[in-house]
T-cell receptor, first 117, second 116 residues
Framework: AQSVTQPDIHITVSEGASLELRCNYS??????LFWYVQSPGQGLQLLLK????DTLVQGIKGFEAEFKRSQSSFNLRKPSVHWSDAAEYFC???????????????WGLGTSLAVNP | DTEVTQTPKHLVMGMTNKKSLKCEQH?????MYWYKQKAKKPPELMFV???????INESVPSRFSPECPNSSLLNLHLHALQPEDSALYLC???????????????FGPGTRLTVL
């Protein structure tokens, strides 16, 4: 079955430090890739997405992600973390295998980010 | 504008109550979704509406009844819920529900439901 893995359940970084959150997906049909962020008690906000073209994607709030097909990865990065970035981060994938339920978003289990002052 | 609104923000109900959750978007999107999310877990898809018709029901118990009165509104009617149904209920919308895989979903803030 197609799947998405976020290997890090919880990450703590210091404010101002760089950040990389990992996302791997199972090999299969062409993936369409998304990163969402969820602040405590809030809904999900789209950070960025990748469909095709340049494999380095810029998003909101200073985030970027790089699609690496050879590694089946779509890691999220930020050069300097702010305290307000503390949140839950979800990677999600749609595999373009066509109709019906295959168009659903398949979610990773999330990475919880804590930021130390 | 990528805003999806949901009301109420919080809802507490007893197991014999009937209540409804509401979702609205004015982005001209023709696909709308209901998700259930437990704490520290990813969202679980419940229903998908495409052009106001139910396209996907993920084997959701009948005590949850969705309704799409028009292209901007989505309701979730609740009846005889169980305590384990307590969760954050998220609504989302996208331009369409297609085979392309590129239908970006935009989420509302959710309704925090507690069933006593």
């Amino acid at each position: 079955a197609q799947s998405v893995t976020q290997p890090d359940i919880h990450i703590t970084v210091s404010e101002g430090a760089s950040l990389e959150l990992r996302c791997n997906y199972s090999y299969g049909a062409t993936p369409y890739l998304f990163w969402y962020v969820q602040s405590p008690g809030q809904g999900l906000q789209l950070l960025l997405k990748y469909f095709s073209g340049d494999t380095l994607v810029q998003g909101i709030k200073g985030f970027e992600a790089e699609f690496k097909r050879s590694q089946s990865s779509f890691n999220l990065r930020k050069p300097s973390v702010h305290w307000s970035d503390a949140a839950e981060y979800f990677c999600a994938v749609v595999f373009s295998s066509g109709a019906g339920n295959n168009r659903k978003l398949i979610w990773g289990l999330g990475t919880s980010l804590a930021v130390n002052p | 504008d990528t805003e999806v609104t949901q009301t109420p923000k919080h809802l507490v109900m007893g197991m014999t109550n009937k209540k409804s959750l509401k979702c609205e978007q004015h982005m001209g999107h023709r696909a709308m979704y209901w998700y259930k999310q437990k704490a520290k877990k990813p969202p679980e898809l419940m229903f998908v509406y495409s052009y106001e018709k139910l396209s996907i029901n993920e084997s959701v118990p009948s005590r949850f009844s969705p309704e799409c009165p028009n292209s901007s509104l989505l309701n979730l009617h609740l009846h005889a819920l169980q305590p384990e149904d307590s969760a954050l209920y998220l609504c989302a919308s996208s331009q369409a529900w297609t085979n392309s895989g590129t239908d970006t979903q935009y989420f509302g803030p959710g309704t925090r439901l507690t069933v006593l």
